[in-house]
């Protein structure tokens, strides 16, 4: 089982709505990311969290923004987003940035109608 | 121009048979390579670790291999059983433009036949 929690599982929502999807790992990890992967295609990048401050933003459209309330828990709160948006959102932990192994949540499965 | 290149980009192979799954990368400096499992709809599942100074990691009936100065690894897998087909990927942990990034392959993926 996978030390990384996400929920939900699966997401479905419209243009308009506002929705979170929340991340949590219990292994006193200090950096924490999310990625977006398409179908049939590696995980990229979105944001990365460092000691609870925002390291990297990969040029994300700022319909998604996220949030690191404490070192144990990442959300990303989705808002007005596109149907291209739709895609698998796999939140990760390592234990700092510049070192460790990357240990990933079983996804969010995101479809925006 | 993606630093982890990986091949093939699908298989099909016999449950039972063997197969190798390659990763080339440009990434430099190099920290270490990590090999994944992803089933379908689900997370990735680390498979092995290997840094510069390890040239062949076993998990199982996965066997990675590094050879540091020609920029490749291979994964190999053994026996093949129906629950090997998933998507495979290769990540390299290096510095690019200045930032320690995990910089991902693109990924084979293996379909093990019955």
């Known amino acids: 089982d996978t030390e990384v929690t996400q929920t939900p599982k699966h997401l479905v929502m419209g243009m308009t709505n506002k929705k979170s999807l929340k991340c949590e790992q219990h292994?006193?990890?200090?950096?924490m990311y999310w990625y977006k992967q398409k179908a049939k295609k590696p995980p990229e990048l979105m944001f990365v969290?460092?000691?609870?401050?925002?390291?990297i933003n990969e040029s994300v459209p700022s319909r998604f923004s996220p949030e690191c309330p404490n070192s144990s828990l990442l959300n990303l709160h989705l808002h007005a987003l596109q149907p291209e948006d739709s895609a698998l959102y796999l939140c990760?932990?390592?234990?700092?940035?510049?070192?460790?192994?990357?240990?990933f949540g079983e996804g969010s499965r995101l479809t925006v109608l | 121009k993606n630093q982890v290149e990986q091949s093939p980009q699908s298989l099909i192979i016999l449950e039972g048979k063997n197969c190798t799954l390659q990763?080339?990368?440009?990434?430099?400096?190099?920290?270490?390579l990590r090999w994944y499992k992803q089933d379908t709809g689900r997370g990735p599942v680390s498979l092995t670790i290997?840094?510069?100074?390890?040239n062949t990691k076993s998990n199982g009936r996965y066997t990675a291999t590094l050879d540091a100065d020609t920029k490749q690894s291979s994964l190999h897998i053994t026996a093949s059983q129906l629950s090997d087909s998933a998507s495979y990927i290769c990540?390299?942990?290096?510095?690019?433009?200045?930032?320690?990034?995990?910089?991902f392959g693109t990924g084979t993926r293996l379909k093990v036949l019955a």
């Open positions: 990763c080339n990368y440009t990434v430099s400096p190099f920290s270490n």
């Open positions: 290997m840094t510069f100074s390890e």
């Open positions: 990540v390299v942990s290096g510095t690019t433009s200045g930032t320690y990034k995990y910089i």
């Open positions: 969290y460092s000691y609870e401050k925002l390291s």
């Open positions: 292994m006193g990890h200090r950096a």
């Open positions: 990760a932990s390592s234990q700092d940035r510049n070192t460790g192994e990357l240990f």
